[in-house]
């Protein structure tokens, strides 16, 4: 079992930039692929970021891709999301989520969510 939460939300300019952080509960975090997700209002859940157990591999959506970096600290069991160049489009509910799968899976793959931070960006 694995308790997720999230913080480091909030508004910030366009251009901006903010950390989101994710705690995590459990002794077993290092065995799991971490991942970032957004949803927008009326939007679906979407992919943001990923971060493989070790931390060596990470995979991004192509929207974020050069802005964003993943990253995790096993020794705090916590996962990171550093946001730059924020658009009004990054927008979102951010939630972290943890899988026992692959570094690529779909997000029915993620076992464990956490209960989201707000990002809000003015333009």
């Known amino acids: 079992q694995v308790q997720l939460v999230e913080s480091g939300g909030g508004l910030v300019q366009a251009g901006g930039s903010l950390r989101l952080s994710c705690a995590a509960s459990g002794r077993t975090f290092s065995s799991y692929v971490m991942g970032w997700f957004r949803q927008a209002p009326g939007k679906e859940r979407e992919f943001v970021a990923s971060i493989s157990w070790s931390g060596g591999s990470t995979y991004y959506a192509n929207s974020v891709k050069g802005r964003f970096t993943i990253s995790r600290d096993n020794a705090k069991n916590t996962v990171y999301l550093q946001m730059n160049s924020l658009k009004p489009e990054d927008a979102a509910v951010y939630y972290c989520?943890?899988?026992?799968?692959?570094?690529?899976?779909?997000?029915?793959?993620?076992?464990?969510w956490g209960q989201g931070t707000q990002v809000s960006v003015s333009s």
């Open positions: 989520a943890a899988s026992p799968s692959g570094l690529g899976v779909p997000l029915r793959r993620y076992d464990y």
